[in-house]
């Protein structure tokens, strides 16, 4: 199994509701991520866990809550979010935890903020 | 610190080749290329690791000089399912962790 599962695909949420964004891969992988993409953007990092602790944080602000509750999953926990934040957020796992391992990326979460 | 790429869109005719570059102001410690089509996640090419490495897949190469901190996708044969988005992504060193920062990416199309 070398897929990366999000759920749900696709997400329209209220400036006031908190949603949460989900991430599943049994590959064994021990780095996991979460990038946003916005249109004709490149990825861009948001959170790296490795070990299911948080390693990097790119200065995200609070709104977006990362979470790793094992090492198989990655959750993404949105709460009073703005019309901007509306992305395609995904996440991605790695084998290795310095770099220099391949990347695989889910589909993504395509979110709308209204 | 994010990796500058040429050029920012090509067009070739099936059967063309193309290069795409990857250049960076910081050292390297590896160079990942992926390409991503509309609506999809981004697809994993190949890593580069060592100075001068080069890799190949199929007709999908590329290189890493590691010296001028560069890298260059060599796409021989275009085929159509060839067109997409190619970035390159950069780690600047292990001890940073995974942080693979990507260009902005090149859009490429290929037509009959």
Same mark, same amino acid.
């Given at each position: 199994?070398?897929?990366?599962?999000?759920?749900?695909?696709?997400?329209?949420? @209220?400036?006031?509701?908190?949603? %949460?964004?989900?991430?599943?891969?049994?590959? @064994?992988?021990? !780095?996991?991520?979460?990038?946003?993409?916005?249109?004709?953007?490149?990825?861009?990092?948001?959170?790296?866990?490795?070990?299911?602790?948080?390693?990097?944080?790119?200065?995200?602000?609070?709104?977006? %809550?990362?979470?790793?509750?094992?090492?198989?999953?990655?959750?993404?926990?949105?709460?009073?979010?703005?019309?901007?934040?509306?992305?395609?957020?995904?996440?991605?796992? %790695?084998?290795?935890?310095?770099? @220099?391992?391949? !990347?695989?990326? @889910?589909?993504?979460?395509?979110?709308?903020?209204? | 610190?994010?990796?500058?790429?040429?050029?920012?869109?090509?067009?070739? =005719?099936?059967?063309?080749?193309?290069? $795409?570059?990857?250049?960076?102001?910081?050292?390297?410690?590896?160079?990942?290329?992926? =390409?991503?089509?509309?609506?999809?996640?981004?697809?994993?090419?190949?890593?580069?690791?060592?100075?001068?490495?080069?890799?190949?897949?199929?007709? $999908?190469?590329?290189?890493?000089?590691?010296?001028?901190?560069?890298?260059?996708?060599?796409?021989?044969?275009?085929?159509?399912?060839?067109?997409? /988005?190619?970035?390159?992504? /950069?780690? $600047? =060193?292990?001890?940073?962790?995974?942080?693979?920062?990507?260009?902005?990416?090149?859009?490429? =199309?290929?037509?009959?």
């Amino acid at each position: 199994d070398t897929e990366v599962t999000q759920t749900p695909k696709h997400l329209v949420m @209220g400036m006031t509701n908190k949603k %949460s964004l989900k991430c599943e891969q049994h590959m @064994g992988h021990r !780095a996991m991520y979460w990038y946003k993409q916005k249109a004709k953007k490149p990825p861009e990092l948001m959170f790296v866990y490795s070990y299911e602790k948080l390693s990097i944080n790119e200065s995200v602000p609070s709104r977006f %809550s990362p979470e790793c509750p094992n090492s198989s999953l990655l959750n993404l926990h949105l709460h009073a979010l703005q019309p901007e934040d509306s992305a395609l957020y995904l996440c991605a796992s %790695s084998q290795g935890l310095t770099g @220099g391992t391949e !990347a695989f990326f @889910g589909q993504g979460t395509r979110l709308t903020v209204v | 610190q994010q990796p500058v790429q040429s050029p920012q869109a090509v067009i070739l =005719r099936e059967g063309e080749d193309a290069v $795409i570059n990857c250049s960076s102001s910081k050292a390297l410690y590896s160079v990942h290329w992926y =390409r991503q089509k509309h609506g999809e996640a981004p697809v994993f090419l190949m890593i580069l690791l060592k100075g001068g490495e080069q890799k190949g897949h199929d007709k $999908i190469s590329a290189s890493f000089n590691e010296k001028k901190q560069q890298s260059s996708l060599y796409l021989t044969a275009s085929q159509l399912s060839y067109s997409g /988005t190619y970035f390159c992504g /950069t780690e $600047i =060193r292990p001890e940073y962790g995974n942080k693979l920062v990507f260009g902005a990416g090149t859009i490429l =199309r290929v037509k009959s």
